[in-house]
């Protein structure tokens, strides 16, 4: 099976590009009119109804229901399970051609509707046109992606010839997984972790985020246009806590893949090693977690491009991205004037109803993340000064502004804690070691990034600035699938680098084979 040489795909450019605002619009439009329907749970290709249902709001306008849900069960949570565990008895042996197929089948699907995929993302967690149409883009890229990996392991590995003995080595799946993604990259992170999953071989129980399901399940769709035989992913909205830790820790679970929060990564990670009744394996657990990510500025740089990228960074869907620059670090001599330049560009966003076109920032995710990062601007008025932003701008949803907090200590709550909202902290070092050692501070090591000119600055930071994605003259989020193999140090995560080429070997085990010539 021969397949081009993987590109990503093309983000589309609404500022400059009338056909693809025109598009936009229409699929806004297209959205608004499905929104509040109702979904069932799927298990096996069967669609199940209960009573208790899961509501999913428009974080731009609080009562505005974007789609309603059959809640799982432990006894569903049970029947996913054995329904993927029997699936994978013949998916596993399932040609790979044929598999990989049906990732080249779905990227196709989304390419053809890319607009109406992220005008659910715009409705459902309130990400602006760029940010949505970033996220579908990366979901095209990763079933790309990972359909030429999985062609790629299957070519025999070159081993050592065992002289009198024919030996190889092949990738062959584990089993059922677990597939546990957050809400802030509703389609291209569940994607990537559902696809690699499948591709591989194995069967997967897909528990959605509680405040994006109505995103998985449109992704969930197309896998089944695609070709996707019943039972190879199991539809299965619910609690994290309830159902989430009844997956988890089940027997016959035989690996977790899991991006969201710090706290629930470390959750999984120990209820997973605990070995249950009737269990004859270890668990694998590829958890992707928090961040704290810095954006060193030096005193050797182009400010202008600096401030931009720290602006961006930090601000971009809100700043609820794991990648997100959460505290500038910024070198003495030129701390003030790139502050004003900061404060400048900061004061230009637009925040609004993220439906609208031209909308840079729409709203945080819910009330309980709203509440959290007041808390963290009222923390960060104590221990620092605002230069700008610094509280709500509208009730009729989950509007903050953006938020700079200057002259932050480097140990303090705000310069530490993740905060995942758009809140920026901005930290004064006396140079450029100082600074570096200041980035390297936290528990988290996602990503970072440096700015200067200075050649054996830029040396030293890719020497010494310890996260799993580094960045050199350019602001710290925005991954190409391929390009950019994605995965945080510490306790940022397993560093499984999504979209790389050592992704698949998380959800494949090694078999050796060596046969005596003649016997
Ligand atoms: P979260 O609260 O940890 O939730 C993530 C997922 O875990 C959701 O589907 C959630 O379900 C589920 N869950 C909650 N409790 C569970 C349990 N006991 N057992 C099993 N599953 C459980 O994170 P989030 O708010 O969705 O996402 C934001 C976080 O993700 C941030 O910390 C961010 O840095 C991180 N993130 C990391 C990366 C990366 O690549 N490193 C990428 C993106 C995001 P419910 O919704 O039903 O609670
Ligand atoms: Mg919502």
């Given at each position: ?19 693809h ?20 749970i ?11 249902r899961l ?71 309130g ?48 089993g ?11 389609m291209?992170i ?27 399940y ?15 992913v ?37 209820l ?17 977690m ?15 491009l ?13 700043g ?27 004061e230009t ?5 993220p ?165």
């Amino acid at each position: 099976m021969g397949l081009s040489d993987f590109k990503n795909e093309p983000l589309s450019q609404f500022k400059t590009n009338p056909e693809h605002q025109r598009k936009m619009a229409e699929a806004v439009e297209k959205v608004r009119g499905e929104l509040g329907r109702d979904y069932d749970i799927v298990i096996g290709g069967e669609r199940i109804h209960t009573g208790d249902r899961l509501i999913s709001y428009n974080p731009a306008e609080k009562n505005q229901v974007v789609g309603t849900f059959s809640k799982a069960t432990r006894e569903l949570a049970e029947r996913a399970i054995r329904t993927a565990e029997e699936a994978f008895k013949t998916w596993s042996r399932t040609p790979i051609e044929r598999r990989v197929q049906v990732l080249v089948d779905a990227a196709r699907t989304v390419r053809e509707n890319k607009y109406y995929y992220s005008a659910w993302m715009v409705f459902e967690v309130g990400k602006s046109w760029s940010e949505a149409d970033a996220d579908t883009a990366e979901a095209i890229d990763f079933c790309e992606y990972y359909a030429r990996e999985m062609l790629r392991l299957e070519r025999p590995a070159p081993l050592a010839p065992v002289p009198g003995e024919k030996n190889y080595l092949r990738y062959i799946p584990l089993g059922v997984g677990i597939v546990i993604p957050p809400w802030n990259f509703p389609m291209a992170i569940l994607t990537g972790m559902t696809t690699a999953s499948i591709v591989s071989g194995n069967t997967v129980v897909l528990k959605p985020s509680s405040d994006s399901p109505v995103i998985a399940y449109k992704f969930f769709e197309v896998l089944e246009q695609a070709g996707m035989p019943p039972g190879v992913v199991n539809f299965l909205p619910g609690s994290g806590s309830t159902v989430g830790d009844y997956l988890v820790a089940h027997p016959r679970t035989r690996y977790v893949a899991f991006t969201g929060s710090k706290e629930v990564g470390l959750h999984i990670n120990e209820l997973a090693a605990k070995p249950q009744r009737g269990q004859i394996w270890v668990k694998r657990v590829v958890a992707e977690m928090g961040g704290k990510d810095s954006i060193v500025v030096d005193s050797e740089t182009d400010l202008d491009l600096a401030a931009d990228g720290v602006t961006s960074a930090a601000f971009g869907f809100q700043g609820q991205k794991c990648s997100a620059c959460s505290r500038a670090i910024v070198v003495e001599k030129v701390y003030d004037a790139f502050l004003d330049k900061l404060k400048q560009r900061v004061e230009t966003i637009k925040v609004g109803v993220p439906a609208d076109p031209g909308i840079d920032m729409g709203p945080v995710i819910n009330a309980g993340a709203e509440k959290s990062i007041m808390d963290y601007i009222e923390t960060g008025k104590q221990e620092g000064r605002v230069l700008t932003g610094g509280r709500t701008t509208s009730s009729a949803g989950h509007f903050i502004a953006p938020t700079v907090i200057a002259d932050v200590a480097p140990k303090a709550r705000l310069a530490q804690e993740e905060i995942f909202g758009p809140v920026l902290a901005v930290i004064k070092a006396k140079d450029f070691d100082e600074a570096l050692e200041i980035a390297n501070n936290t528990e988290y090591g996602l990503t970072g990034a440096v700015y200067t000119k200075n050649r054996q600055k830029l040396d030293k930071a890719a020497e010494t600035f310890h996260v799993g994605n580094l960045y050199l003259n350019r602001k710290c989020t925005g991954a190409m699938v391929g390009g950019h193999p994605f995965g945080g140090f510490n306790m940022s995560g397993t560093d499984s680098k999504a979209g790389g080429p050592d992704y698949l070997l998380l959800f494949t085990q090694a078999k050796t084979v060596a046969e005596k010539i003649g016997a």
